[in-house]
């Protein structure tokens, strides 16, 4: 056998696919607690272990290993604007298209109370943007002076006004700080260009980021790790939607990741409006799109899903699911606090399965529709005009669930509709009549990784796996391999 490895250090477990590069089917996996707070390689020999001996794998028959790492909180990242609309969302937006997590962001200038929120966030990467190409550049070398005179460690990301970027790196390297220069995530007010941005991003994971994690142990193993994970399942969407040479791929999708901190939705799509008398405002959106809801996992977030839902509603949908449920609003309350306190908690009864489906189903819809774009109705003198703002996704013609609650849930069909468009928010643009599959391999990770040195063979095996399921409506296969 030839054998790839694809490791994902998560935060709770590390986990391992066996694939078979040759006959491209996957032939093992394992999964061991994550042990970043002491010595990684530990959770990571056990998950070996466990693999070799169930699946009957030898070490003589490994030829390649790849790696991505959302342990130890992901890649934790502050970004840092101007107009808030503007160069603070395209920082953004690079930020998580490169798989990092968002923990703090501003626009305008900060003051010292605000660097002290940054310090106390921990970030591994502080992106510092502001001003187009030959615009504004005032407020950017103000925070940049704020930045110098701070007790901030982590490198810090330069891609604002051109013009003040040498001044700005003058400035933090005299103060010690580790400062990288890049391309203007928003050089022109209507042209976003966060793709160096990203590769910088990339590159300082993979160069510091895994030491300061302790990720620098499993590297004489697996050598470098090669991205956030969150990095990797945006690049399996990307293969999947469009293919590769030889390979068609299956065309607009959207992918939705539901885990217990947070939720991750992905989108591979033009987004253009579906009526070519549409204005669109705010900035250009890419095909490609990553956002994180970090209000909305179904363990750490619980309480706050049911907060958003309503604890009256939450009931009701729950006497709907299992009319025989007795539970009282007092009750109800208390079991999803539970939930946020033990988060690595697995349903043990038909009770608890439907509270995690009405956490599930609600969460699921709130984060695609922030990803999705609306549609409103505005008055002229020229007369009603509609209004795009964001990405028109109710083309799209692929839906994929993954995470926990769709390979283990028992109504991974019902969760993922909630992803649909809903006739009471007309104006949310959301699909409307997509193909709809689940990840049941729990295996976007690591055909983002294989991706990087096999995309083809990466296509095909996401296409052999994902698990067709029907939303009330005929579901086809995907294309036969």
């Not at 969760?415 to 990840?439: C, E, G, K, N, V």
Request: aromatic content about 4%; hydrophobic content about 45%; some cysteine.
């Amino acid at each position: 056998m030839d054998i790839v490895l694809l490791i994902d250090f998560g935060s709770t477990h590390t986990k391992i696919l066996a694939v078979d590069i040759v006959r491209e089917e996957i032939v093992g996996r394992a999964q061991a607690v994550t042990t970043v707070e002491t010595d990684i390689t530990m959770g990571l020999n056990k998950a070996l272990e466990l693999l070799f001996s169930r699946h009957g794998i030898r070490e003589s028959d490994v030829i390649g290993k790849y790696a991505s790492s959302s342990a130890a909180g992901g890649l934790r990242m502050a970004a840092i604007g101007l107009v808030p609309a503007l160069t603070l969302e395209a920082a953004r937006r690079a930020a998580l298209g490169a798989g990092a997590k968002v923990v703090w962001s501003s626009g305008f200038e900060l003051d010292p109370e605000m660097i002290k929120e940054v310090e106390a966030a921990s970030c591994d990467i502080v992106l510092l943007s502001g001003g187009t190409d030959g615009g504004d550049k005032k407020v950017i070398l103000h925070n940049a002076r704020l930045l110098a005179g701070s007790n901030i460690n982590a490198p810090i990301l330069v891609a604002g006004n051109r013009v003040a970027a040498n001044e700005i790196k003058t400035m933090l390297d005299a103060a010690g700080k580790h400062a990288v220069v890049t391309n203007n995530v928003l050089p022109e007010l209507a042209q976003v260009n966060i793709e160096p941005a990203q590769e910088h991003i990339r590159e300082i994971f993979i160069k510091e980021i895994t030491k300061a994690k302790g990720l620098d142990r499993a590297q004489e193993y697996i050598g470098d790790i090669v991205m956030p994970t969150p990095k990797a399942t945006l690049q399996a969407a990307t293969l999947l939607a469009d293919g590769t040479e030889g390979e068609q791929g299956i065309g607009s999708l959207l992918v939705v990741e539901v885990g217990g901190a947070t939720i991750n939705i992905h989108s591979v799509a033009d987004g253009h409006p579906a009526d070519a008398q549409t204005l669109v405002r705010g900035l250009p959106e890419k095909r490609v799109k990553r956002t994180v809801e970090g209000d909305l996992g179904i363990r750490y977030n619980a309480p706050s899903i049911l907060e958003f839902v309503g604890i009256k509603t939450c009931l009701s949908r729950l006497r709907v699911m299992a009319p025989e449920i007795r539970l009282d609003e007092e009750e109800l309350e208390s079991l999803v606090h539970g939930l946020s306190i033990n988060v690595g908690h697995v349903p043990a009864s038909d009770l608890e399965d439907c509270i995690d489906r009405v956490l599930a189903e609600s969460a699921v819809a709130f984060a695609v529709g922030r990803h999705a774009g609306t549609l409103r109705q505005e008055f002229s003198l020229a007369g009603d005009i509609k209004v795009q703002t964001g990405k028109d996704l109710t083309s799209t013609t692929n839906i994929i669930g993954t995470g926990g609650i769709f390979k283990y849930g028992k109504w991974p069909e019902k969760i993922l509709s909630s992803a649909l468009y809903d006739s009471s928010q007309p104006w949310s643009l959301r699909p409307i009549a997509a193909q709809a599959y689940t990840d049941s391999e729990y295996m976007l990770y690591a055909i983002g990784l294989l991706a990087e040195h096999y995309p083809a063979k990466a296509l095909r095996i996401a296409k052999k796996y994902l698990k067709p399921v029907g939303l009330g409506r005929h579901q086809s296969a995907l294309p036969s391999v």
